[in-house]
């Protein structure tokens, strides 16, 4: 690498126009080709891993890939700019890259920064089954959340009163012990205190050193009206408490909506099918649909109207969420053919078919499709 610099571009085998995903895969390629651990002994392959470090440094990053098209390698060099010579440190942002790649962990460790112990709690998830009429109009219900809660008897500490956590004498309080891995220095959680940097010599009776308790807690949730199926509702801190005082986790309520033996939902529409008799659709007329409310709407059936006609009441489907208005209910009419008749009944249909020529041709697909759907 002595003398010109090659073209960082070049080094990696992409274009000017790369995008950083395309420059991250090429960097990974080039690494797992000539990485000295995989290449030892062999100089060449140290140069081509140190150049491809080099050229990834500068184009992984926004501001220097920026100065680097204006200004070439003198745009980079200098304070802040270039590599002069090797320097370890400078893959410290490279060890999501060739930690993947070879399993190390954490590439040159953090630097000597101790790592914290206080952890934020985790995440919990609670499935809360709901009605379709509940979804629709909100509810306000309550629920038991089974989590992992501070420890009221050390505070979160895990250690007895009058006593505290003690410094890990393995990674001194780092939560990391460092090795030599070939060329690189590889920095692995420490086992003795499990990342923590420290170590409870004489644990909580209560909590036995864990700092948390397991607990129940009983939360009131209110779901808004207009949630539809697998709709989650976040509660900021009710998620399981973080270990030795570390930040609470958040709780996700998910909406399980179950089914309603008469309506169909379609974003903030209700769809329904009623049945009518022939009389109704020939004459026309007017019929009672039940709303999801519970009351009831006139429809009016125009004369001659034909099995999976639809019709909208507005206003009387789901509500928006955000309190502003709501979808319609579409009501779709079906024809229904009576399988039993009257001998008055019977002698009226035969005087109909007399006076009513037939005329049995193909109907159209899109009608088929739509009376196939009603029924089907």
């Keep these: ?41 062999n100089k060449e392959a140290e140069e081509n891993f140190k150049e491809a470090a080099e050229a990834y440094s500068v184009l992984s990053d926004p501001n220097k890939r920026l100065q680097y098209d204006r200004f070439g390698h003198q745009g980079v060099s200098g304070p802040g700019g270039g590599f002069g010579g090797f320097d370890p440190t400078v893959f410290a942002d490279f060890s999501d890259i060739l930690g993947d790649l070879f399993g190390f962990g954490d590439i040159f460790g953090s630097g000597g920064r101790r790592r914290s112990s206080q952890t934020r709690g985790a995440d919990l998830r609670y499935d809360l089954p709901i009605s379709f009429e509940e979804a629709a109009f909100g509810v306000k219900t309550k629920i038991r959340i089974p989590r992992l809660e501070t420890c009221k008897e050390c505070n979160g500490s895990g250690a007895q009163k009058g006593s505290g956590p003690s410094l890990c004498p393995t990674c001194q309080g780092h939560g990391q012990v460092r090795y030599q891995q070939g060329f690189f220095s590889v920095s692995r959680t420490c086992s003795h205190c499990r990342g923590t940097g420290q170590i409870i010599k004489n644990p909580c009776g209560e ?44 709780l996700y309520v998910v909406v399980q909506v179950k089914d309603h033996p008469y309506f169909e939902r379609d974003g903030h529409n209700l769809h329904c099918m009623i049945p009518v008799t022939f009389a109704q659709a020939a004459l026309g007329g007017e ?3 039940r709303t999801l409310e519970g009351t009831e709407e006139s429809l009016k059936i125009h004369e001659g109207t034909q099995s999976g006609t639809s019709f909208r009441i507005r206003g009387k489907g789901i509500p928006f969420l955000n309190g502003r208005g709501r979808g319609d209910l579409i009501v779709t009419v079906g024809v229904m053919t009576p399988t039993r008749l009257s001998r008055e009944q019977r002698r009226l249909f035969e005087q109909l078919a007399h006076i009513s020529p037939a005329e049995n041709k193909p109907a159209e697909k899109k009608i088929f499709e739509k009376v196939k759907d009603i029924f089907g």
């Design 1 to 41: 690498m002595a003398g010109h610099k090659r073209d960082y571009y070049e080094v990696l085998g992409v274009g000017r126009d790369a995008s950083d995903q395309t420059i991250k895969s090429a960097y990974r390629k080039m690494a797992m080709r000539y990485h000295p651990d995989k290449n030892p002994g």
């Design 207 to 250: 909590c036995r050193g864990d700092g948390r308790v397991r607990s129940e807690k009983t939360l009131e949730v209110k779901i808004p009206a207009g949630v539809d199926n697998g709709s989650r509702l976040r509660i900021t801190g009710e998620g399981e408490a973080g270990p030795f005082g570390g930040a609470t986790g958040d």
């Design 287 to 289: 019929i009672k649909v």
